[in-house]
């Protein structure tokens, strides 16, 4: 059996402290204030999530960055904690690119403020390569590690650009070590969770809803004053999917709505699903699981 990874304690404050002011405050010329790494990636290797996370200085201010990721997909959701970014006060969204090549992209994001008075900005999932197209049968893309690797291999930087009052970028460095380490980590969750990660690494195809899924969370459940629950990648629904396409067990993730709602929209499902199992390499089915983002999978079209 496989080993997990080392398990690190680490959280956004711990990450914080880190900080060494070792060079002159960096300003490019277009302005935008840019942050160096220090200290090492550090990886936190959770229950339910992967979390790897590193220290940036400008000289003067910092800024602590967080990948976190709690499914096998090419995408992480970006946290960043520090005192040194401020938004405008009417930006609903947050402008960025990955350099050098990356396209502009933007993300609602949401800000909070931690105890100790550090701005929490997270921008919800970010995808770092090209999505892969679905599979023959509909089912979510398959999970190319490879390429997720030569994406993350060709970013060296990522700037946030609009959105707030002065841009910043951080200077991360290629980032193939870090998402290799997480996809390790990755492997030890799906072990953790009783699954054959080696089979996930080869599987030809992931579990799908046999139907549309929204039909099995009871009406008026959520809310539209619960959709800001979902925001930043909040509240995502983890079903553990037998080889006979039955759920057996359902779970929220990053949870940011009530118990009781998310209780019933388990129970919904835990009652009324009914999947396409995974297929491993040979096409036969095999136990996994489905992770969905409640809009996008499991909210109600407007008039049904």
């Not at 880190?18 to 204030?33: H, K, L």
């Not at 590690?145 to 060709?154: F, N, Q, S, V």
């Not at 030809?204 to 009406?219: C, D, L, N």
């Amino acid at each position: 059996m496989r080993k997990h990874t080392k398990r690190l304690a680490l959280g956004m404050l711990a990450c914080a402290s880190m900080f060494a002011v070792t060079t002159p405050q960096a300003t490019a010329q277009d302005g935008t204030r840019v942050f160096t790494r220090t200290g090492q990636w550090q990886l936190d290797a959770a229950e339910e999530e992967c979390r790897i996370a590193r220290a940036f200085t400008n000289g003067t201010d910092q800024v602590a960055l967080a990948l976190e990721r709690n499914r096998a997909d090419p995408v992480v959701r970006l946290v960043l904690v520090s005192n040194a970014m401020t938004t405008f006060r009417t930006a609903e969204e947050l402008g960025y690119r990955l350099l050098p090549s990356g396209e502009q992209r933007s993300a609602r994001y949401i800000h909070a403020e931690m105890d100790d008075g550090q701005r929490y900005f997270n921008l919800g999932n970010v995808r770092l390569g090209n999505p892969s197209p679905p599979t023959a049968e509909g089912s979510a893309a398959l999970y190319d590690r490879a390429a997720e690797l030569d994406h993350a291999e060709a970013i060296t930087a990522i700037e946030i650009n609009s959105g707030l009052t002065s841009p910043v970028r951080l200077e991360t460095g290629s980032l193939r070590d870090a998402m290799q380490a997480m996809q390790v980590c990755t492997d030890d969750l799906l072990l953790s969770w009783g699954l054959d990660w080696e089979k996930h690494q080869t599987m030809t195809r992931r579990v799908a809803p046999a139907g549309p899924a929204f039909e099995w969370v009871p009406t008026g459940v959520v809310g539209f004053q619960d959709f800001a629950a979902f925001a930043g990648a909040r509240n995502p629904f983890r079903v553990m999917v037998g080889a006979d396409g039955k759920p057996t067990a359902c779970h929220a993730h990053w949870v940011s709505l009530d118990a009781r709602k998310n209780d019933q929209i388990c129970n919904g499902i835990m009652q009324n699903g009914n999947f396409l199992p995974a297929l491993d390499a040979a096409g036969e089915p095999m136990a996994s699981y489905w992770m969905v983002d409640y809009m996008a999978g499991l909210s109600r079209p407007f008039g049904r």
